[in-house]
């Protein structure tokens, strides 16, 4: 493998991991269900994975480059850590954005 593609392991390794939460994100709550959720949840989705890449390349290249094999996990940490926290913020905004709303 490239070792320039070494940042990107993590975001092919996710993928999955990441369209279940996405969508699970998307999905639920079922109401309200209008054109404003839309666009906020595709903002949250594409935040959080724009997050997710940046924190991963900077933990990539920011890491203790002693042992081979710890760039790529502290980087996947450091990624899914980020996603997950970006996910959550997205989450509770939009559950007190829609609370306040008529």
Avoid: E
């Avoid at 079922?30 to 724009?50: F, K």
């Avoid at 081979?68 to 970006?86: E, I, P």
């Amino acid at each position: 493998m490239n070792p320039a593609q070494f940042p990107l392991l993590a975001l092919v390794l996710f993928a999955p991991w990441f369209a279940i939460v996405g969508s699970l994100y998307w999905h639920f709550p079922r109401q309200p269900r209008n054109s404003r959720r839309r666009v906020l949840d595709a903002l949250a989705l594409c935040v959080a994975t724009v997050v997710f890449v940046l924190s991963t390349w900077w933990a990539f290249h920011h890491a203790d480059g002693t042992h081979r094999l710890w760039k790529q996990v502290f980087a996947t940490s450091v990624g899914y850590g980020s996603f997950l926290l970006t996910m959550t913020l997205a989450f509770f905004s939009r559950r007190r954005w829609f609370k306040t709303l008529p």
